[in-house]
């Protein structure tokens, strides 16, 4: 089955620790994309990815990071500099060619707790 | 700043009737908006998009799109209990590379 898989689904981080949250996808999809989604406030992008080795910081990057090494993998370290990490955390990924949809994806998302 | 403004709700309809959630959007170029069902602690999964002016249908849900007002909406028809779930309009920007803008969400509850 072709689809996007987060792990791990629940986290728990103790403050000062860095933690990294997988993000795999066998859609051969081109873009990827971490957001962000805390209660009420909707889904904030955090990077985003169009192509192997290249990203950009979305609205709210500060104390995270992200590599794209390979097409299938983007991968998002949560730093010890994010001030308020607890969040839900979606993976997503498109298809960018010129036929389809272009419809974003998601995975089924890491839940983070900062202890 | 781009936006995408949703009533936040909660929007109650009793089963069997018309559930109508609107969205509006600030960036007139936009060429593409979604719409996304959230289930409590679940994902965001596609409902529908739409591209052109005018109403698009799927089943029992209707997408409308009014450029000019800059507004879309989302229609459900015969709102069952298992509708009830937070839906999330997204706009794509008219720049080229640029990711999908969300709205917060507007919470949907269908009683039976």
């Known amino acids: 089955d072709g689809g996007i898989t987060q792990s791990p689904k629940y986290l728990f981080r103790k403050e000062g620790q860095n933690v990294t949250l997988s993000c795999e996808q066998n859609l051969n999809h081109d873009a990827m994309y971490w957001y962000r989604q805390d209660p009420g406030q909707g889904l904030r992008l955090i990077y985003y990815s169009q192509i192997v080795n290249d990203f950009q910081k979305g609205d709210i990057a500060e104390g995270y990071s992200v590599s794209r090494e390979k097409k299938e993998s983007f991968p998002l370290t949560v730093t010890s500099a994010q001030k308020n990490p607890t969040a839900f955390y979606l993976c997503a990924s498109r298809y960018t060619g010129s036929s389809g949809a272009n419809v974003l994806t998601f995975g089924a998302g890491s839940r983070l707790t900062v202890l | 700043q781009k936006e995408v403004e949703q009533n936040s709700g909660p929007l109650s309809v009793p089963e069997g009737a018309i559930a109508s959630l609107n969205c509006t959007y600030s960036?007139?170029?936009?060429?593409?908006f979604f719409w996304y069902r959230q289930y409590s602690g679940k994902s965001p999964e596609l409902i529908m998009f739409i591209y052109s002016n005018g109403d698009k249908e799927d089943g029992r849900f209707t997408a409308q799109l009014n450029k000019a007002s800059q507004y879309v909406s989302l229609l459900i028809r015969d709102s069952q209990p298992s509708d009830s779930a937070t839906y999330l309009c997204?706009?794509?920007?008219?720049?080229?590379?640029?990711?999908?803008?969300f709205g917060k969400g507007t919470t949907l509850s269908v009683s039976s």
């Open positions: 997204a706009v794509r920007p008219n720049q080229a590379g640029t990711a999908l803008i």
């Open positions: 960036d007139r170029g936009s060429q593409s």
